[in-house]
C-alpha cells in the first residue's frame, strides 16, 4: 500500500500545486481538495499523513474543518493552517488554541515547509502504527461546553466578544460602544464566565471555533493583534 498522502485543503490553486510538486520531489505523495467537506470525506476515505488547510476555506470554515478531524482522529494526525493573508499574531495564536499544530504562512521558503510536512509525516506515521483499529470507536470529542455556553451571550456579550476578536483593546471597545471601560470589563468577565475560559485569546479562539466571528470580517492586521496581546492579560 502507497504511504498516506498529505492532504492540502485550498482554494489557491497555484499554492496547491507548488505544495504538490514540493512534495513529491521529497518522494511523498498529495491530494488536493477545495473546501473542508472534502477534505473531511477524503480524510475518511483514507487517512492522510499531514493535513494543510487553508484558513480561508470557503462554506465550512477551517476551524470547523479542524475541530471536525479532531473529534475523529484525536492529536494523532498533524494538522497545519496556512494563510496569505491572516498572518498577525492574534491569528496564528487562534490557529494554535483551536487545534492546528503549526500555524503558516504562504510566504514561507519551501525548504522550510518541506521541512516542517517531513517532520508533521513522521510524527502521523509512528502514531497511526498504534492507531485503533479500522471500525473502532474514534477518539472522544473535546467538551465542548464553551461552544454551547455560547447560545446564552447576550446581544451586548456578543458585540463585545466581536469586536474583542477584531483586536480592539477594553479601551477601544468603550469608545466604539461609546459605553464606560468599567462597563466593558464587567462584559469581558461575563463572557469568561459564560464561554468557561480563562483568558480574551482564549474566549476569541472559541468564538472563531463556534462561528460567533467570521474569518474575514472584523479588523485585521499587525497593530490590532498587538494591542490584544498586550492587554491579554487585563
Keep these: 500500500m502507497d504511504a498516506a498522502p498529505v492532504l492540502v485543503a485550498d482554494l489557491d490553486a497555484a499554492f496547491s500545486a507548488a505544495v504538490v510538486a514540493l512534495v513529491e520531489l521529497a518522494g511523498l505523495t498529495a491530494l488536493v481538495v477545495t473546501t473542508g467537506v472534502e477534505a473531511i470525506r477524503a480524510a475518511r476515505e483514507r487517512r492522510p499523513s499531514v493535513i494543510i488547510l487553508d484558513v480561508g476555506l470557503r462554506g465550512m470554515s477551517a476551524y470547523e474543518t479542524c475541530r471536525q478531524l479532531r473529534e475523529t482522529y484525536g492529536d494523532t494526525l498533524p494538522i497545519l493552517f496556512v494563510s ?4 498577525a499574531s492574534l491569528d496564528r495564536v487562534v490557529g494554535l488554541l ?3 499544530d503549526d500555524y503558516l504562512t504562504k510566504s514561507i521558503h519551501p525548504d522550510e ?3 516542517r510536512i517531513r517532520r508533521a509525516a513522521a510524527r502521523s506515521i509512528a502514531a497511526s502504527r498504534g492507531a ?3 471500525g473502532s470507536a474514534p477518539p472522544p470529542a473535546p467538551d465542548r461546553a464553551g461552544s454551547q455556553a455560547a447560545a446564552a451571550l447576550t446581544p451586548r456579550e456578543l458585540e463585545v466578544l466581536r469586536l474583542m476578536a477584531a483586536g480592539l483593546t477594553p479601551r477601544d471597545i468603550s469608545d466604539r460602544l461609546v459605553i464606560s471601560p468599567k462597563t466593558v470589563s464587567s462584559h469581558v468577565q461575563r463572557i469568561l464566565a459564560k464561554l468557561a475560559v480563562h483568558s480574551r485569546l482564549q474566549a476569541v479562539a472559541l468564538a472563531y471555533e463556534a462561528g460567533l466571528v467570521s474569518v474575514n470580517g472584523g479588523v485585521d492586521g499587525t497593530a490590532a493583534s498587538a494591542r490584544i496581546t498586550a492587554h491579554a492579560s487585563e
Excluded at 84 to 87: F, I, N
Design 98 to 100: 483551536i487545534g492546528a
Design 84 to 87: 496569505k493573508d491572516r498572518t
Design 113 to 115: 515547509l518541506l521541512a
Design 132 to 134: 485503533q483499529p479500522h
